[in-house]
């Protein structure tokens, strides 16, 4: 079985670690309410997706 000759340095093992980040999720506006909403999901300021009600929302 293989086995590293050498210890990966800090900076080595992070060069190899950049790409792995987390990405700010897609925001689209509302085309029922106008309000910020994360793409491919219900409004959760009206409860619309697609057109159509999904989801019943309390406007208190």
């Keep these: 079985m293989a086995v590293p000759k050498r210890r990966t340095s800090k900076s080595r093992a992070r060069k ?3 790409h792995q980040k987390t990405l700010a999720p897609n925001v689209s506006t509302c085309s029922d309410c106008g309000e910020p909403k994360i793409m491919h999901r219900a409004c959760t300021a009206c ?3 697609k057109g159509r ?3 019943q929302v309390n406007n208190d």
Aim: glycine share 12%; aromatic share 12%; charged share 20%.
């Design 47 to 49: 409860g619309i997706y």
């Design 16 to 18: 190899r670690r950049t």
């Design 53 to 55: 009600a999904v989801i």
